[in-house]
């Protein structure tokens, strides 16, 4: 007889959104996949027609993924979920 095993784990996980800086509307916590940094962006931060908080120059296209809709996430429960995602932190 076969034995089935079951997983802990959740047999679906949820992808991350992924965007681009220039595309950014959402607050929330993001990765930059190229670099591991963590931004968080509020939503004062994201008033359209309002002055950026942050911006960034590069030659290189980078990609943020967002790891939580809180800002304020804790940075251990924002390394947990880059841990999930396998996305290296570097914060």
């Given at each position: ?63 943020l993924?967002?790891v ?24």
């Amino acid at each position: 007889m076969a034995r089935q095993e079951t997983s802990i784990e959740g047999a679906h996980r949820v992808k991350l959104a992924e965007v681009d800086w220039d595309d950014l509307i959402e607050p929330g916590a993001y990765v930059e996949l190229g670099t591991g940094d963590l931004y968080r962006f509020p939503k004062e931060a994201l008033i359209p027609g309002g002055s950026l908080v942050v911006t960034k120059e590069s030659h290189g296209a980078s990609r943020l993924i967002q790891v939580s809709k809180d800002p304020y996430v804790t940075t251990m429960r924002a390394r947990l979920i880059c841990a999930q995602h396998n996305v290296e932190p570097n914060f």
